[in-house]
């Protein structure tokens, strides 16, 4: 099974800066890592695909990167409706489809 | 416009059983698998099982194989989740979510509203 291992658990950034998560898997994925936002009390919403693919209806203020272990979300300038916890998931190797443990973006 | 919609969730006794519906609209069922994704309280996500348009394969994980049955019925555009011999552990939210798959890649690329299993006594 591939673990995923987000990191910061926590981060915290000022609306306008510029925030960037990181996502390793525990042996390569090659470029098959989606990046999911969850606001509390609600299901999960598809963001990135393929490392960095916007899924339909995402600002481009949402990127990804990436490949093989090592993957990043980089969110360009903060608005207030990005602060949410971030998964990613590996999908190449499955079953089991895996997720990180999230990333909890709040502000600072 | 697409919707999943959970429901069949509830409060139940250890080594009881429940059964989880999910109803699909807005697309063709039958053309997506389809997979069940559960959330503990407070904590991540976790991949539960996966069945494709036909029914023909199916996975789980280890966490809940022998237990839990996924199947589906096409005609009623309806995805079901079997929980026999719950235990305190399988407390969370389930949700279904859709597994789109272009020519090169795949993704979980539509989420239902989630429903709430407790399973205690």
């Known amino acids: 099974e591939i673990v995923m291992t987000q990191s910061p658990a926590t981060l915290s950034v000022s609306p306008g800066e510029r925030a960037t998560l990181s996502c390793r898997a525990s042996?390569?994925?090659?470029?098959?890592l989606a990046w999911y936002q969850q606001k509390p009390g609600q299901a999960p919403r598809l963001l990135i695909y393929?490392?960095?693919t916007r899924a339909t209806g995402i600002p481009a203020r949402f990127s990804g990167s990436g490949s093989g272990t090592e993957f990043t979300l980089t969110i360009s300038s903060l608005q207030s409706e990005d602060f949410a916890v971030y998964y990613c998931?590996?999908?190449?190797?499955?079953?089991?489809?895996?997720f990180g443990q999230g990333t909890k973006l709040e502000i600072k | 416009e697409f919707q999943l919609v959970e429901s069949g969730g509830g409060l139940v006794q250890p080594g009881g059983s429940l059964r989880l519906s999910c109803v699909a609209s807005?697309?063709?069922?039958?053309?997506?698998?389809m997979n069940w994704v559960r959330q503990a309280p407070g904590k991540g996500l976790e991949w539960v099982s996966y069945?494709?348009?036909?029914?023909?394969?199916?996975y789980y994980a280890d966490s809940v194989k022998g237990r839990f049955t996924i199947s589906r019925d096409n005609a009623k555009n309806s995805l079901y989740l079997q929980m026999n011999s719950l235990r305190a552990e399988d407390t969370a939210v389930y949700y279904c979510?859709?597994?789109?798959?272009?020519?090169?890649?795949?993704?979980?690329?539509?989420w239902g509203q989630g429903t709430l299993v407790t399973v205690s006594s």
């Open positions: 998931q590996q999908y190449n190797n499955w079953p089991p489809y895996t």
């Open positions: 807005g697309f063709t069922f039958s053309s997506y698998g």
């Open positions: 069945v494709t348009g036909t029914s023909s394969t199916i």
């Open positions: 393929g490392a960095s």
């Open positions: 042996q390569s994925v090659s470029s098959k």
């Open positions: 979510a859709r597994l789109y798959c272009s020519s090169t890649d795949c993704r979980f690329d539509f």
